[in-house]
């Protein structure tokens, strides 16, 4: 179709069957918009990504038409499809395995919740969101998946009422303690169709769901471990941001979380999980044991780190416990240091060995069990809830007052990188925002420039930050 001028009235031609229920004839659709910007925009956006309603493409172009007319017998009709575009729109997400239903709702109607875990620091199951909504009515369906780099939810309740009130009592709480918590809005989808019952969907009410092809469905055994290890469902709702604490209870529940997320690769319910990293695909010619504790120490505590004598393209890190490891390989395998992309798994090893004593290992070994520079050595610290996967941009902190925005630039510049961007906190200069070009940039600008020492007893504090300036 080809149209000669452009007005808020955008036509949806759609090469399927399903419109055909609402508009009998040529299976097209007329929607109009509030303003011609917003169609504009709207098409402007689905001219490079196709949007699909039932697996089936739709096409969207300007129409000639200047206003849309409709009669009493259609409206119900127009209604319809109305509801089903926007749930296009606000659900434009490719979730494997699993499809969404396109009906849609005003929020505060809906039986379904929008899940987003910040500060992620312990793995969170389908199992553990399970038992937590639970306490607030029955759960019917959950799907998870992730996005934008956000390990995120939907979980539908029988009734919206349910849905209101886990809404109201847990938005903004934490799981674990400090850490993992719980960004709740409602979904403008009504009903979820999950297709198979694994560990990142469940259909609470349809137990003979395949697990699906090439998804392991969870273990019971450890759906049981991990039940048995955490008594969510005896503690008051009041109690839900410490009762998962992995500071207060046995490190087993946390293990069994992260066994459960499929990332342990070990047999069973460890009490602690594999605390040691094998990092591979080094660059031999720049690693250092020091960079490796600096890069890691953002997602844990180091304690060891030995390069590997006869391959020095490989190295061994000793976490503070299997929690960090599986935090640190998450977030670092696949990144670029040193222009190289580092490959991290688990290692056999469960410690790092110290070289004997009198024996010159060339510095490739190092103890940082008494560092003072440990993020996570005191219960509750702040740092926990800021973890995040690395970016381009930088959290700055611990700037003293004398130091300004062309010197950090510099600083940062210095590093071989490009400065983007930099803005200082509004209310706290000791902080700012700095954006490298890159990820890599900003990953070489922390390993050399954390810990920098600014002056006036002032060592300066850079951390990964979620935010774009």
């Given at each position: 179709?080809?149209t000669?001028?452009?007005?808020?009235k955008?036509?949806?031609?759609?090469m399927?069957?399903?419109l055909?229920?609402?508009?009998?004839?040529n299976y097209?659709?007329?929607?109009?918009?509030?303003?011609?910007?917003a169609?504009i925009?709207?098409?402007?956006?689905?001219?490079?990504v196709?949007?699909?309603?039932?697996?089936?493409?739709?096409?969207i172009?300007?129409?000639n038409?200047?206003e849309?007319?409709?009669?009493?017998?259609?409206?119900?009709?127009?209604?319809?499809?109305l509801q089903?575009?926007?749930?296009?729109q606000t659900t434009?997400t490719?979730?494997?395995?699993t499809?969404?239903s396109?009906?849609?709702v005003t929020?505060?109607?809906?039986?379904?919740?929008r899940i987003?875990?910040?500060?992620?620091y312990?793995?969170?199951?389908?199992?553990?969101?399970h038992?937590?909504?639970?306490?607030f009515?029955?759960?019917?369906?959950?799907?998870?998946?992730?996005?934008?780099?956000q390990?995120?939810?939907?979980l539908?309740?029988?009734?919206?009422?349910?849905?209101q009130?886990?809404?109201?009592?847990?938005?903004?709480?934490?799981?674990?303690?400090a850490?993992?918590?719980?960004?709740?809005?409602f979904?403008?989808l009504?009903n979820?169709?999950?297709?198979?019952?694994?560990?990142?969907?469940?259909?609470?009410?349809?137990?003979?769901?395949p697990?699906?092809?090439?998804?392991?469905?969870l273990?019971?055994?450890?759906a049981a471990?991990?039940?048995?290890?955490?008594?969510l469902?005896g503690?008051?709702?009041?109690?839900?941001?410490?009762?998962?604490?992995?500071?207060?209870?046995?490190?087993?529940?946390?293990?069994a979380?992260?066994?459960?997320a499929?990332?342990?690769?070990m047999p069973?319910?460890s009490?602690?999980?594999?605390?040691?990293?094998?990092?591979?695909?080094?660059?031999e010619?720049?690693?250092?044991?020091?960079?490796?504790?600096?890069?890691?120490?953002?997602?844990?505590?180091v304690?060891?780190?030995?390069?590997l004598?006869n391959?020095?393209d490989?190295?061994?890190?000793?976490?503070?416990?299997?929690?960090?490891?599986?935090?640190?390989?998450?977030?670092l395998?696949?990144?670029?240091?040193?222009?190289?992309?580092?490959?991290v798994?688990?290692?056999?090893?469960q410690?790092?060995?110290?070289?004997?004593?009198?024996?010159?290992?060339q510095?490739?070994?190092k103890?940082?069990?008494?560092s003072p520079?440990?993020?996570?050595?005191?219960?509750?610290?702040?740092?926990?809830?800021?973890?995040?996967?690395?970016?381009?941009?930088?959290?700055l902190?611990n700037?003293?007052?004398?130091?300004?925005?062309?010197?950090l630039r510099?600083l940062?510049?210095?590093?071989?990188?490009?400065?983007?961007?930099?803005?200082?906190?509004q209310?706290?200069?000791?902080?700012?925002?700095?954006?490298?070009?890159?990820?890599?940039?900003?990953?070489?600008?922390?390993?050399?420039?954390?810990?920098y020492?600014?002056?006036e007893?002032?060592?300066?504090?850079?951390?990964?930050?979620?935010?774009?300036?």
């Amino acid at each position: 179709m080809v149209t000669t001028t452009r007005n808020s009235k955008v036509k949806i031609k759609w090469m399927g069957l399903l419109l055909a229920f609402f508009i009998s004839g040529n299976y097209q659709a007329f929607l109009e918009l509030a303003t011609e910007e917003a169609a504009i925009t709207m098409v402007n956006y689905y001219s490079a990504v196709t949007p699909h309603l039932r697996n089936q493409p739709i096409y969207i172009q300007y129409s000639n038409h200047k206003e849309l007319k409709t009669d009493n017998t259609l409206n119900q009709r127009a209604q319809a499809v109305l509801q089903a575009v926007t749930a296009v729109q606000t659900t434009n997400t490719s979730i494997s395995g699993t499809t969404v239903s396109e009906s849609a709702v005003t929020p505060a109607q809906s039986p379904v919740l929008r899940i987003i875990i910040d500060n992620m620091y312990y793995p969170v199951t389908l199992d553990v969101l399970h038992q937590i909504f639970s306490k607030f009515g029955a759960v019917l369906k959950i799907i998870t998946f992730t996005k934008n780099n956000q390990f995120q939810a939907l979980l539908q309740y029988g009734d919206p009422v349910n849905a209101q009130q886990a809404k109201l009592a847990l938005d903004g709480q934490n799981i674990y303690n400090a850490c993992c918590t719980l960004r709740i809005d409602f979904s403008k989808l009504v009903n979820l169709n999950v297709k198979y019952n694994n560990d990142k969907s469940r259909d609470y009410t349809r137990p003979d769901l395949p697990s699906g092809d090439g998804q392991p469905a969870l273990d019971p055994a450890i759906a049981a471990a991990f039940a048995k290890e955490t008594s969510l469902l005896g503690l008051p709702v009041a109690a839900v941001p410490g009762a998962l604490s992995p500071l207060g209870i046995p490190n087993a529940a946390a293990a069994a979380a992260a066994a459960a997320a499929g990332r342990v690769g070990m047999p069973g319910v460890s009490a602690g999980g594999n605390t040691v990293l094998l990092v591979s695909n080094l660059n031999e010619e720049m690693v250092t044991p020091q960079s490796l504790f600096t890069l890691f120490g953002v997602y844990g505590d180091v304690q060891r780190v030995k390069i590997l004598y006869n391959k020095k393209d490989s190295a061994l890190i000793q976490m503070a416990d299997g929690n960090q490891s599986q935090l640190a390989m998450s977030h670092l395998n696949g990144q670029k240091m040193y222009g190289k992309i580092i490959r991290v798994t688990l290692s056999k090893h469960q410690t790092v060995q110290l070289p004997r004593e009198g024996l010159d290992d060339q510095g490739l070994t190092k103890d940082f069990g008494n560092s003072p520079l440990h993020r996570f050595k005191k219960p509750g610290s702040k740092n926990f809830q800021n973890i995040f996967p690395p970016s381009a941009t930088l959290h700055l902190s611990n700037i003293p007052p004398s130091v300004s925005e062309d010197d950090l630039r510099t600083l940062f510049a210095n590093t071989g990188g490009t400065v983007k961007a930099f803005k200082f906190f509004q209310r706290d200069h000791k902080m700012a925002l700095l954006q490298m070009s890159t990820v890599e940039e900003a990953i070489q600008a922390l390993i050399d420039l954390h810990n920098y020492n600014l002056g006036e007893n002032h060592h300066l504090r850079v951390s990964f930050s979620k935010s774009t300036i």
